[in-house]
């Protein structure tokens, strides 16, 4: 949902597995990111969180109620505030929606802050190294 000013919504996970991040690659494929999407009309950001690990991702899981936190970045001329959650990973699949779109990988929490781009989304990535610490 797109808010005041050019401002849009966003909801994005990190999910784990056996203390390893799950990152995508974005739709062009340049560069490393955690699954996420717009937040809908109707949704919750946590449902969103869980919708796009699945369509992204094929991945399923258990969603921490509180976020992780929220980063800003620029797409297509509008600012996008993503709120993050962490997910615990229960399963994955090979096929999935969005699977001929995307690559997927697991890293270590601390190779994934090196491979992410978003600045905002390191911060996040480093505080999730912290805690597995």
């Given at each position: 949902?797109?808010?005041?000013?050019?401002?849009?919504?966003?909801?994005?996970?990190?999910?784990?597995?056996?203390s390893?991040?799950?990152?995508?690659?974005?739709?062009?494929?340049?560069?490393?990111?955690v699954?996420?999407?717009?937040?809908?009309?109707?949704?919750?950001?946590?449902?969103?969180?869980?919708?796009?690990?699945?369509?992204?991702?094929?991945?399923?899981?258990?969603?921490?109620?509180?976020?992780?936190?929220?980063?800003?970045?620029?797409?297509?001329?509008?600012?996008?505030?993503?709120?993050?959650?962490?997910?615990?990973?229960?399963?994955?699949?090979?096929?999935?929606?969005?699977?001929?779109?995307?690559?997927?990988?697991?890293?270590?929490?601390s190779?994934?802050?090196?491979?992410?781009?978003?600045?905002?989304?390191?911060?996040?990535?480093?505080?999730?190294?912290?805690?597995?610490?």
């Amino acid at each position: 949902m797109a808010g005041q000013g050019g401002l849009l919504r966003q909801a994005g996970v990190v999910p784990i597995r056996n203390s390893q991040v799950c990152l995508v690659t974005s739709r062009s494929g340049k560069r490393w990111v955690v699954p996420k999407g717009t937040i809908e009309t109707g949704k919750s950001a946590g449902e969103i969180a869980l919708q796009e690990a699945w369509e992204e991702a094929g991945l399923v899981g258990l969603l921490r109620q509180e976020p992780l936190g929220s980063y800003l970045y620029e797409k297509d001329g509008l600012i996008c505030h993503v709120i993050v959650f962490q997910m615990l990973v229960t399963g994955a699949v090979e096929i999935y929606p969005e699977m001929g779109l995307r690559q997927r990988i697991w890293l270590p929490v601390s190779q994934a802050v090196s491979r992410a781009e978003d600045a905002g989304l390191r911060e996040i990535l480093r505080d999730v190294a912290s805690a597995e610490r």
